[in-house]
């Protein structure tokens, strides 16, 4: 047998091990195997968008994290699902489509390819039989299948909304790929302009998805980003008759009504429909130049509030219906500002610049009236500031002198009883765009009949497949990719041969991930997306682990799904994910340059610690991994130079894993001389025995431990306690920290039991699973580790029976010794006379202090 430590033969045959015996496969119910009485734990990993350039080391580290909880699960008796699978529809493809005429399903296959092998490479524990796309029709079938129940609910209609169109890219895209009114792939200008689309009304769920979040476990600093997107206010809807325009009223919404006196402007967004019959034609020019440049920028830009505020007189009044039409005051000017959003409220707001930060500044810059009406509650009203808190009314005749808590209901009543004001609840949560004008995508399974009016595809003819196609560009027109595969169009309706068309545009690139957790509980189902059984047995994700980029969207989109799916009856729970967890961002270093421009690594070179490139001295500093500095550090390299264990260790060792940090190629090597430990520890590579002669020898039972051994003991609960605590918060670095120490402390090697030699390995396999196998084969075990016990922590041994006492000479510390924490004060002073002997000879003690525990203290002349 080969006896030294070969990490590329002996993880190449493990991987082949569990792929022949199907070692992490997780049965379900009606399965043979499958136990009842056995408790299940579902972990999941955030699954990837198999782009061309496959993984670089930054983005397993939230993979194997998720490993070594699994794998510590299924030791502990679980039943244990842990699934990958492919988000595969997205845009890159198909721009590599446009550009090259290779078909979208074909690169992205290339693409998966790639990335099971760099999965597997890095010996994670997936149930690869249960692995998927979201792009091949035996899954988005079910995907269509679920937008069926969407659209039979009302929950998905039609309606023309201003969106982002890339000119470029011919294609709608969301605020998220649009960064300074330019596509985030390709650079390409984009504008607003209203599109007929597909909406989902996610609204109609936000009070639940609001109080629902009380029942998971997430990080508060996701909820709380959920609970800001849904951004849920309560106030009052009041309208503002426009003078001059009989008949025509502006709808506001605000929080404070109780403020309503204080308003001296109104602001409508530039998309407000309003705008055009409003504006005047002395302001018709300059208004429009300003829609236009609105356009072009985003939500996020619009509404910066470090940005300077800028807006356009529209010419037109609106009228405030708490004073009478003939007083001046009445008379409020509407302006049009890009910091109002078409999306939030009604898109207009009543501007009260004494009470709101925005408000006052806009005011200020264009000399409007700043009237105060509400006064600190210890204080007077100023015209000079602005203050947003609570107080009382002032010059607010309906109810002055009201604390705002009884003031807003008050001014809801009274607007309420004049016919022009209600108490409202809004969101800042607007219903989902869910159309894309893109090849690559799930089809609608919607029919457009000749009258204008829609069906949806009966049930039975799922999928609606994507058409084959050669040429994926959009046509000149905009319209979809789809709409040139006519005789995919037009079609007949399955059940009355009616002549129909189908709907051209596609699901969003991330429709699929909505679901994709359930359908992993039964992968291969062809009659439902998933059976009753098995989603009452998973229930829900108990452990789902991705990065904080996903904390808003694709988490409330499932979430949404998830409750439309719980309302029809075919999920048990009203949450699709327990327990969230965010691995940090893997990092790299990058050089720069006294001018401030970041330098290629393959550029830089070292002077001792120093890093240089052309004679100058470069800065380090912390960057992205990217292709443009040459610092992305592929897996594949590492593994091959170190070996798959060392990889798993040192993406672990480097910090929590919640934090980021930045990828050090020098601290690599450390990680492997440990494991060369660990093999050294065990095996004699001079020797032919598969293991050391002491571990092929029966233990005595640990009462008998003593000396050596049981110091060897003791080290090794203590490294078991950390590795236990390091699972409560995902720190896997002070684990393996344990480790190591525990390899420092098992001295001599000689005194290491074969029960503690198996503890050893079976609490290290999770964390280095190759390595940890082949011990555990060569210990003589048949069966894979990865279904052994987890070894348990044996708290008497935790209990030190020894303390150190230290021993002083006229209050300075002269010796130390050990001593049994059962010493009597005769017993630790006789110790502590013995370890400072020598300089105790000649003296006369007078005096011995002793501290039970702590420290002898001789009083000497």
């Known amino acids: ?455 949806r595809v009966p049930d039975e003819a799922l999928p609606v497949e994507l058409p084959e196609m050669q040429d994926f560009a959009p046509p000149e027109d905009g319209s979809p990719p789809l709409s040139k595969a006519t005789d995919w169009v037009n079609t007949t309706h399955p059940s009355t041969d009616e002549p129909v068309l189908r709907d051209t545009d596609t699901m969003p690139g991330w429709a699929g991930s909505c679901w994709y957790y359930l359908r992993f509980m039964d992968a291969h189902n062809d009659q439902e997306p998933f059976s009753h059984d098995a989603v009452r047995y998973w229930q829900n994700v108990d452990l789902y682990i991705g990065g904080t980029e996903h904390a808003v969207l694709h988490l409330l989109y499932a979430r949404f799904w998830h409750k439309v799916l719980y309302d029809e009856g075919l999920v048990p729970t009203k949450e699709p994910f327990q327990k969230l967890f965010n691995q940090g961002m893997l990092t790299a270093y990058a050089y720069k340059d006294p001018t401030g421009r970041l330098v290629p690594v393959d550029e830089v070179e070292f002077d001792g610690d120093t890093a240089k490139s052309g004679g100058q001295e470069l800065e380090q500093v912390i960057a992205k991994m990217s292709k443009s500095l040459r610092n992305v550090v592929n897996p594949d390299e590492v593994c091959k130079e170190y070996g798959v264990d060392t990889f798993r260790l040192y993406e672990m060792f480097m910090g929590p894993l919640s934090d980021s940090k930045p990828w050090n190629p020098r601290d690599v090597p450390g990680c492997r001389r440990f494991l060369d430990r660990v093999w050294r520890i065990f095996v004699d590579e001079d020797g032919t025995d598969p293991v050391r002669p002491q571990f092929a020898q029966a233990d005595a039972p640990p009462s008998a431990l003593e000396g050596d051994t049981l110091e060897v003991e003791r080290a090794l609960n203590r490294c078991l306690k950390r590795v236990d605590d390091a699972f409560k918060h995902f720190n896997f670095n002070t684990a393996i920290a344990a480790f190591m120490s525990f390899l420092n402390e098992a001295k001599p090697r000689e005194a290491i039991t074969r029960d503690q030699a198996e503890r050893f390995v079976r609490a290290l396999s999770p964390f280095a699973p190759h390595v940890s196998e082949e011990l555990w084969s060569r210990l003589g075990h048949d069966e894979s580790v990865a279904r052994a016990p987890w070894p348990e922590v044996r708290e008497e041994f935790l209990v030190e029976d020894q303390f150190e006492l230290v021993v002083q000479i006229l209050g300075k510390v002269r010796g130390r010794a050990q001593a049994s924490k059962e010493a009597s004060k005769d017993d630790l002073e006789e110790i502590a006379r013995a370890a400072v002997a020598e300089k105790l000879d000649g003296r006369e003690i007078v005096k011995t202090i002793v501290v039970p525990g702590r420290l002898v203290n001789f009083v000497v002349k």
């Open 1 to 455: 047998m080969k006896n030294v430590y070969d990490p590329q033969e002996i993880e190449a045959r493990w991987q082949g091990f569990w792929e022949e015996h199907r070692t992490f496969r997780a049965p379900n119910p009606g399965e043979p195997d499958f136990d009842a009485d056995q408790p299940k734990y579902y972990v999941l990993d955030m699954f990837p968008y198999p782009s061309g350039a496959g993984l670089h080391v930054g983005h397993p580290m939230g993979y194997i994290g998720s490993d070594i909880v699994t794998r510590k699960k299924r030791m502990e008796g679980f039943n244990v699902l842990h699934p990958m699978g492919y988000d595969a529809f997205g845009l890159p493809a198909e721009q590599y489509a446009i550009q090259t005429g290779q078909h979208p399903a074909k690169t992205t296959e290339v693409n998966v390819a790639t990335y099971r092998r760099q999965l597997k490479l890095i010996g994670l524990s997936y149930d690869w039989s249960r692995e998927f796309a979201t792009s091949t029709p035996d899954y988005y079938r079910w995907t269509q299948w679920i937008f069926a129940r969407l659209y039979d609910r009302g929950l998905a209609y039609q309606t023309e909304v201003p969106v982002w169109w890339c000119e470029g890219l011919k294609t709608v895209l969301s605020n998220e790929e649009v960064i300074g009114g330019r596509s985030e792939r390709g650079d390409h200008p984009c504008v607003r302009r209203p599109l007929k689309q597909w909406m989902l009304k996610i609204t109609a769920y936000a009070d639940r998805l609001l109080d629902d979040l009380g029942d998971v476990d997430w990080p508060e600093s996701v909820k709380t980003m959920q609970r800001e997107w849904i951004g849920r206010s309560e106030g009052a809807e009041i309208e503002f008759a426009i003078a001059d325009h009989e008949g025509e009223t502006l709808k506001v919404f605000t929080t404070r009504p109780d403020t309503l006196y204080g308003a001296t402007f109104m602001v409508v967004a530039p998309e407000h429909p309003l705008v055009a019959a409003l504006v005047t034609d002395e302001q018709s020019k300059e208004v429009e130049a300003y829609v236009q440049g609105a356009a072009v920028k985003s939500d996020l830009e619009r509404t910066d509030l470090a940005k300077d505020k800028t807006g356009v007189f529209l010419g037109a009044y609106g009228l405030n219906p708490m004073l009478d039409a003939g007083d001046p005051e009445a008379r409020v000017p509407i302006y049009v500002a890009d910091y109002v959003l078409m999306g939030y409220g009604t898109g207009a707001i009543m501007a009260v610049p004494a009470h709101d930060e925005r408000d006052f500044e806009y005011a200020q810059k264009f000399g409007l009236p700043i009237r105060p009406v509400v006064r600190p509650v210890d204080g007077d009203a100023s015209s000079e500031g602005c203050t947003s808190n609570d107080g009382v009314s002032v010059n607010s005749p309906a109810w002055d002198g009201m604390p705002t808590e009884k003031a807003k209901p008050r001014s809801i009543a009274v607007l309420e009883k004049r016919g022009c004001g209600a108490g409202k609840t809004t969101y800042r949560l607007r219903d989902w765009l869910f159309s894309r004008q893109r090849y690559w995508g799930e089809p609608f399974p919607v029919l457009h009949h000749a009258d204008g009016s829609t069906s």
